[in-house]
């Protein structure tokens, strides 16, 4: 005989305790500044919540820097969040070179 343990008791997560995403790094939002001195950002609220979801973006594009510095160093580096319109997880991160 097979229970089923869908009737009864629903476990009730509290707000404070649900998953929010990963934890973000208490220096985020210097590293973040970081960023922005470096970087044109367009849409900065959009790419912040990006990378605050894809922490480990943060540490890539700043390793690759000064490897942009190096081989363009007069022209201006800007950052964008590119939108899938139809699935929310393809987006990502382009980092142009003016």
Known sequence: MQKNYSQGLEMQI?????????????????????????????QINDVKCFIEKH???LEF?????????EYFPDYRKIIELCKD??????????????
Do not use: C, Q, W
């Open 14 to 42: 509290p707000r404070e305790n649900a998953y929010t995403g990963l934890a973000i790094r208490p220096d985020f939002d210097d590293e973040f500044d970081k960023l922005s001195e470096n970087y044109a950002i367009n």
């Open 55 to 57: 922490e480990n973006i």
């Open 61 to 69: 594009i700043h390793e690759l820097t000064p490897l942009i510095d």
């Open 85 to 98: 319109p139809e699935f929310g997880d393809l987006d990502f991160i382009m980092i142009y070179v003016d």
